[in-house]
């Protein structure tokens, strides 16, 4: 049974030191391939792999996370950035799994990607999630930027493929005013920040 794969970047990036927005954490959270890995932990100097450090493991400056089973414990894993990380492009390839009932994400955050259900602390965060019921021939994908204390502001994209059946790439492009939603390098959506202090 395959779920989904996905890949990012872990060696160094480069960014801008002259816009002060920071999202302090880098997170993945996906369903992927049954397959054991041989080397776990995808920590190294610049990330900080959260929990699961079985389903991940290096290959060259890649971190390639799978699935060891269908429980929650066994799938997925979120890396935490150990510095800030600004402006730049931000991608992960992901094989979205297929299905009712799950979600492959690919999201940033200030708070390390844990919901404030009290709404009482303010974080940032940027997400896409590609639900496994919107998969097909044209696939639906959820998009958000959560600010302040549970502001959300959601959009739907609609992709001309089905996310399900082969690896696509999902970016955010952040800048000094605006934040892109980008699948496979065509923006889908573009967000002005000028208005949102907290992100900046």
Known sequence: QEFSRCSAPIAPAQFS????MA???????????LVATSRADCSNARWTQAYSP???????????????????????TRMESNSRVGP??????????????????????????????????PWVELDFEIMGNQAGATSK????????TCQENWKWITVPFDVSKDYHT???DITADSI??????????????????DVH
Request: glycine residues 12%.
């Open 170 to 172: 999902y970016a955010f």
């Open 17 to 20: 030191t002259s816009c002060n």
């Open 54 to 76: 079985e389903v991940c493991h290096p290959e060259g400056p890649t971190a390639i996370v799978k699935c060891l089973g269908r429980s929650g414990e066994q799938c997925g």
């Open 23 to 33: 999202f302090s954490r880098l997170a993945m959270a996906v369903l992927c391939t």
């Open 141 to 148: 994908i959820w998009t958000n930027m959560l600010r302040g």
């Open 180 to 197: 892109s939603w980008l699948v496979d390098g065509v923006v889908y959506r573009t967000v002005s920040t000028k208005d949102f202090p």
């Open 88 to 121: 730049g492009l931000h991608s992960v390839s992901i094989k979205g799994a297929p299905g009712p009932g799950v979600v492959s994400t690919f999201y940033m955050s200030t708070n390390g990607g844990l919901y404030d259900k009290s709404c009482t602390h």
